[in-house]
């Protein structure tokens, strides 16, 4: 079992940019790959960006040079970095977790609202 927290969500004006954070607890957080999430309204949800246990990274392309995940193995962390934001952006972002047996755990969210 994971738990997965997020923090660090809120209102940034067009052009700025916001740090989340998630951490994890429960389960051996450095073997998971880790990712972050988002969904607004109306839409599905969608692939931000993830990181593998070593370190691997992907990311949807509409944030490839602005979005930037990172994790910390020893504090059982995993940010995004998020700059130049538009209101496209505006969404709910979740944490995600997935260990090696293919289990899938989520966060309750974070609100992200990009508006002048």
């Known amino acids: 079992q994971v738990q997965l927290v997020e923090s660090g969500g809120g209102l940034v004006q067009p052009g700025g940019s916001l740090k989340l954070s998630c951490a994890a607890s429960?389960?051996?957080?450095?073997?998971?790959?880790m990712g972050w999430y988002r969904q607004a309204p109306g839409k599905q949800r969608e692939l931000v960006a993830h990181?593998?246990?070593?370190?691997?990274?992907t990311y949807a392309d509409s944030m490839k040079g602005r979005f930037t995940i990172s994790r910390d193995n020893g504090k059982n962390t995993v940010d995004l970095q998020m700059n130049s934001l538009k209101p496209e952006d505006t969404a709910r972002y979740y944490c995600?977790?997935?260990?090696?047996?293919?289990?899938?755990?989520w966060g309750q969210g974070t609100q992200v609202t990009v508006s002048s």
């Open positions: 995600n977790s997935v260990n090696p047996y293919g289990d899938t755990y």
């Open positions: 429960g389960s051996i957080f450095r073997f998971n790959r």
């Open positions: 990181i593998t246990s070593n370190g691997r990274t």
